[in-house]
């Protein structure tokens, strides 16, 4: 449930004051009474309603993402929205602006306000053939309209696996001696990530965090949210997030031989991809390591957020189900793309 303002909050990188949140909404015309706390996580994230709408006003301190990297990442919405994709639409501020900064004691937030995509999450009725091929086609359109996207001079997205960033992650990750062999399979699984050729066929600007709570449905389209983690990598990473994705939530849908449901999800989900944007047999070599590589920053990411010493019981959970895929690795997943493979190559 939404919580009212109720005074200074404890945002990611330092106090975020009531001053500066008021400072923040007057230059986007927002009555701060009319504020409603959702998250104070890596970003900080309010909801507010204006007429009909919905809106989300969010803070995100410079620790976390600078003031470029996010002026990148709204210009890559905003090239999506004109290429008529389903994605929120960014508000500007009284002056004109999509992106605005407020300045505190310890650097500055940088606030973007976005106004809610049309229709509901992703349920698990709607988990089925039908949506798998929707998920392939959209993911397809995206990547070919990346091709065509020329990035701002000043800003730019970065590699999401970039080597300084691989550093951070594992250094998260060496907090906790269970992850030993965590750390070992993911530097390897690095190291083949970067032996990969890199062209415009395989690589550019993806969404990197392509889960079903960044969908929603409206009528027969969907719609798509949630570009925090955009950065350039290679095609084949949308896809093994959707793998991966799938393989997290396969049982919460009672399916319970998984090998033949993820041929199943990804034969609809590839056929569906191809038909939007090629890509090389090559690169689908790549997915059960980029797999790996997304499930040991999603258990890093779980460490910046909070220490291990504070951990609940549904934190300890997710960990050990990551740590698992990670350290039994996804050879098995390559049974399904192969399958793929050898009926349309």
Not at 195 to 223: C, M, P, Q, V
Request: charged share 20%; proline share 3%; net charge positive.
């Amino acid at each position: 449930m939404y919580q009212p303002l109720n005074g200074s909050l404890n945002a990611y990188g330092g106090s975020l004051p009531v001053s500066l949140i008021e400072e923040a909404a007057e230059k986007f015309h927002i009555r701060t009474k009319k504020l409603f706390v959702i998250s104070t996580s890596l970003n900080t994230l309010f909801t507010f309603t204006k007429g009909l709408k919905q809106y989300f006003l969010r803070f995100t301190h410079q620790s976390y993402q600078d003031f470029g990297h996010i002026c990148a990442e709204v210009d890559w919405i905003e090239y999506l929205k004109k290429n008529l994709f389903n994605v929120p639409a960014v508000k500007r501020s009284s002056h004109g602006k999509m992106v605005e900064r407020v300045f505190c004691e310890n650097g500055y937030f940088t606030v973007v306000c976005f106004e809610r995509v049309r229709g509901y999450p992703l349920h698990p009725y709607d988990w089925k053939n039908n949506l798998f091929k929707k998920l392939g086609a959209l993911t397809g359109k995206l990547h070919a309209a990346s091709k065509l996207y020329v990035p701002l001079v000043n800003y730019r997205r970065k590699e999401f696996f970039r080597p300084e960033r691989v550093q951070r992650l594992i250094n998260l990750l060496s907090t906790d001696t269970e992850n030993e062999k965590v750390i070992e399979n993911f530097a390897l699984a690095h190291k083949k990530y970067a032996a990969h050729e890199k062209n415009s066929t395989s690589y550019g600007l993806i969404h990197n965090d392509l889960s079903r709570g960044n969908y929603f449905i409206h009528g027969n389209n969907l719609s798509l949210i949630d570009f925090e983690y955009s950065g350039y990598n290679f095609f084949a990473g949308d896809l093994a997030f959707l793998l991966y994705d799938a393989l997290n939530n396969y049982s919460a849908y009672k399916l319970h031989h998984r090998d033949a449901y993820l041929n199943c999800f990804f034969m609809d989900l590839f056929d569906a991809y191809q038909k939007e944007n090629f890509l090389p047999e090559s690169e689908l070599e790549l997915v059960p390591v980029l797999m790996t590589l997304y499930a040991a920053s999603s258990l890093a990411f779980k460490y910046k957020i909070k220490s291990r010493e504070s951990f609940n019981v549904a934190d300890c959970q997710f960990a050990a189900n990551a740590r698992n895929h990670i350290v039994e690795g996804f050879e098995y997943v390559s049974h399904a793309i192969n399958a793929e493979v050898s009926k349309n190559f």
